[in-house]
């Protein structure tokens, strides 16, 4: 059936880096754009960056603007999230979302956890 | 950046009751609104795209409506597995933003 899943969570300290990665099945990975969007503690979702079909293109929030990094290889039909210069206020449970012509999110996986503590 | 603000916060209501919920948009979005509802403990599902249009799969009950700053969600007939907490979400402009959340909760 059609799948994210979401691998690469832990607790790390402030600075360090992580990558997170996510899997697609079910579908053709390589048509859709694809979005991670996080969710802190207690929070509502914010959206963290987007990349395009074809890796071309990609956005983010300000707020990681700089920092972390999305790239996909659409021959392993995977996505990935480079994130360095951690801070606290990144801790959050990040999921990846397919994205639909109408930038909704109407695939998601069960998210990652992310944790940065010293 | 677009700032989506959703109320109540909480809205308290009982099975069987129709619930609207709002959100309302800093600036005009046309009728580029979605909105998500999610389970404890569960990634956000996809209920409604571009302000009115059911996700495949939602139950009618569902339906969106609204333009240019004000849009309601309604559930017309609450069922036990509605109490959860719902999302909206703008897609004019980057960044793509989330509204604050509403809580159904039973009365």
């Known amino acids: 059936q059609v799948q994210l899943v979401e691998s690469g969570g832990g607790v790390v300290q402030p600075a360090r880096s992580l990558r997170l990665s996510c899997a697609a099945s079910?579908?053709?990975?390589?048509?859709?754009?694809i979005h991670w969007v996080r969710q802190a503690p207690g929070k509502g979702p914010e959206w963290v960056t987007c990349i395009s079909y074809d890796g071309s293109n990609q956005f983010y929030a300000d707020s990681v603007k700089g920092r972390f990094t999305v790239s996909r290889d659409n021959s392993k039909n995977t996505l990935y999230l480079q994130m360095n210069s951690l801070r606290p206020e990144d801790t959050a449970v990040y999921y990846c979302?397919?994205?639909?012509?109408?930038?909704?999110?109407?695939?998601w996986g069960q998210g990652t956890t992310v944790t940065v503590s010293s | 950046e677009v700032v989506l603000t959703q109320s109540p916060a909480t809205l308290s209501l009982s099975p069987g009751e129709r619930a609207a919920l709002s959100c309302r948009a800093s600036?005009?979005?046309?009728?580029?609104l979605a909105w998500y509802q999610q389970r404890p403990g569960q990634a956000p599902r996809l209920l409604i795209y571009?302000?009115?249009n059911r996700a495949t799969g939602i139950p009618a009950r569902f339906s969106g409506s609204g333009s240019g700053t004000d849009f309601t969600l309604t559930i017309s007939g609450l069922e036990a597995e509605d109490f959860v907490v719902y999302y909206c979400?703008?897609?004019?402009?980057?960044?793509?933003?989330f509204g604050g959340g509403t809580k159904v909760e039973i009365k």
């Open positions: 571009d302000t009115s």
């Open positions: 079910g579908f053709t990975f390589s048509d859709f754009h």
């Open positions: 979302a397919r994205g639909t012509t109408n930038h909704a999110f109407d695939i």
């Open positions: 979400q703008q897609r004019l402009s980057w960044p793509l933003t």
């Open positions: 600036q005009n979005i046309k009728t580029y």
